[in-house]
């Protein structure tokens, strides 16, 4: 609150601004309904991943066309993943952590058009995504193991003294998951962007706006990575929370 | 006094950066150590990048906290 | 203001949970019987900017939680019925195809060798064929040849008889016709010396002389 509002010898910098929710058609109250620029992009992520995975298929094509090879590889991908990870039983869940990596990619990728809203940055969204995985894995872990779950924390091959021992730092190992699970994301993306905004807030003065311009363009390239490792990342660890639960052998 | 408590915040944030020094190591590690492993047997390589993925997100999460804690000093008390 | 708009802070954040922003929040405040300052400044800091982490405004969770449901739940309904059969059956009939391309591959290949044997028997067929042709065109010519030589060598010797003959007869002639001219010359020799040629003897001598000359 303090910074935002500050003024440092002309430099006005707002990087958290960006991240504010605000309602798209006026109006300053946030009902659960209301249309904001969340809620904008969410949807053009949504048309974003339509477009490519339905309309770049829709030739059916032996011999793929572009968008098509792109989503095939991106199908390839996901799913080779899953079955390497989790085993043949994890493809029945295939479709939903297709559906998290679409989303968190298109997400990601879209955040970094120029006056767009970064939706993966929000720990809301994020936070709900780690707790559906994490929730859901858990349930699947007792619905399917019962309570040999439990065996996910004792760790059998360890010394009996040091069990109990590891069987708590197991427990909180395992709630932390969906914390660490959500704000890497989160923090990653806040990361880039309030950093780009710090160095676009540098381009106010003439002196330093070559080298404003040339930290925007690095960092930018590092964001380009980063949308895809984070994506790729969040992907991975919930096969690997998934391998847990079908197969919870220490 | 208000000052005082800015210049608790602002220092906090500081310090809450050096521990990204450790998340940089610790990612330098395991990329480092998954290249040396790599050249010694590239055969092995390609199956462990999932891996790489994994140990380097484990490690860069802790920078991430720390970069968390020093924004939630700048911005959120 | 800043050190207003931080003692505020907290305030505000707390009054967000309960009652909804800006008129509403300052309304509360107020009615609370809070401090008007405090009440004027929570207004504007919430007109002006959210507070610090726009990412912490509680008030705006219920909204993106909702909508981030909806979203995935699109995602995930377009991806289980439309998107994901349509590639993994895109993908599986390109494996199809290409299987089966590989197998007709296959077959033609064995088309071709299965070809290329039938092409190298006609071909050794042909040349065996041929060969026998040649044979029996070279015996046929043979045979012919072999009457041929054998005709003419019968001429040869026919007419190397009838020319023996005929030179046995001119040397016959001829030797008789000595024979004669020597029994004349004798003749006239022996008249010439006055002597009487008896014609018994003068043939014997010069048969005779004749003898060892003429054979």
């Known amino acids: 609150m303090a910074v ?60 793929p066309s572009r968008s098509q090879s792109i989503a095939e590889l991106m199908y390839g991908m996901v799913r080779k993943m899953v079955e390497d990870i989790t085993g043949k039983e994890g493809l029945k869940y295939f479709p939903y952590i297709m559906t998290l990596f679409c989303f968190i990619l298109f997400a990601n990728a879209l955040a970094l058009l120029p006056m767009s809203f970064s939706s993966t940055s929000q720990i809301a969204v994020t936070a709900v995504l780690a707790m559906m995985v994490f929730v859901g894995v858990t349930v699947l872990g007792f619905v399917k193991n019962g309570t040999h779950f439990l065996g996910l924390f004792w760790v059998s091959s360890a010394p009996a003294l040091m069990r109990p021992v590891l069987a708590v730092i197991e427990l909180i190992s395992y709630f932390v998951r969906p914390v660490s699970h959500s704000i890497r994301l989160a923090g990653n993306i806040m990361a880039g962007h309030a950093v780009m905004k710090v160095f676009a807030a540098f381009g106010a003065v003439a002196a330093l706006a070559p080298v404003s311009i040339l930290a925007i363009v690095g960092v930018y390239a590092l964001e380009v990575l980063v949308v895809t490792i984070q994506a790729y990342v969040f992907t991975i660890l919930t096969c690997v929370y998934l391998k847990d639960a079908l197969h919870p052998s220490h | 006094m208000e000052n005082l408590g800015q210049l608790g915040q602002y220092l906090g944030a500081g310090l809450a950066c050096i521990g990204m020094a450790g998340a940089a190591m610790g990612v330098g590690n395991v990329a480092g150590n998954y290249l040396s492993g790599a050249l010694r047997n590239p055969s092995a390589a390609a199956s462990q990048t999932a891996t790489l993925f994994i140990g380097m997100a484990f490690a860069e999460a802790l920078g991430i906290f720390s970069f968390l804690v020093a924004l939630l000093l700048l911005f959120a008390v | 203001m800043i050190s207003l708009l931080q003692q505020t802070a907290p305030v505000v954040v707390e009054e967000s949970e309960t009652v909804i922003i800006t008129e509403h929040g300052a309304e509360a405040a107020a009615a609370h019987g809070a401090d008007a300052a405090h009440a004027a400044a929570g207004a504007a800091g919430h007109a002006a900017s959210a507070p610090g982490m726009p990412q912490l405004d509680i008030t705006t969770f219920g909204n993106q939680i909702f909508w981030l449901l909806v979203v995935l739940a699109v995602i995930y309904w377009v991806l289980s019925r439309v998107a994901l059969p349509r590639i993994g059956g895109v993908i599986s009939d390109r494996q199809g195809a290409i299987t089966g391309d590989l197998m007709a591959a296959e077959e033609f290949k064995q088309k071709a060798k299965d070809a290329e044997a039938a092409y190298d028997k006609a071909l050794a067929d ?83 002389r004749l003898k060892g000359a003429l054979q």
């Not at chain 1, 929710?21 to 339509?50: C, D, Q, R, S």
């Open chain 1, 4 to 63: 935002t509002e500050e003024k440092v010898e002309g430099l006005v910098f707002h990087p958290m601004d960006q991240f504010t929710v605000k309602p798209l058609f006026g109006g300053t109250e946030i009902h659960w309904f209301t249309p904001t620029n969340a809620t904008l992009w969410m949807a053009l992520t949504a048309l974003a991943v339509i477009a490519l995975l339905v309309f770049g298929t829709r030739g059916r094509a032996i011999i």
């Open chain 3, 126 to 208: 042909a040349r065996a064929e041929a060969s026998k042709i040649v044979a029996a065109n070279k015996a046929e010519i043979q045979k012919e040849l072999d009457a041929a030589i054998a005709h003419a060598d019968a001429e040869i010797a026919a007419r190397a008889v009838e020319s023996e003959k005929r030179i046995g007869e001119i040397r016959a002639s001829a030797v008789e016709d000595a024979r004669s001219v020597a029994r004349e010359v004798t003749e006239a020799l022996v008249q010439s010396f006055g002597g009487n040629a008896d014609q018994g003897l003068i043939n014997a001598a010069v048969d005779q």
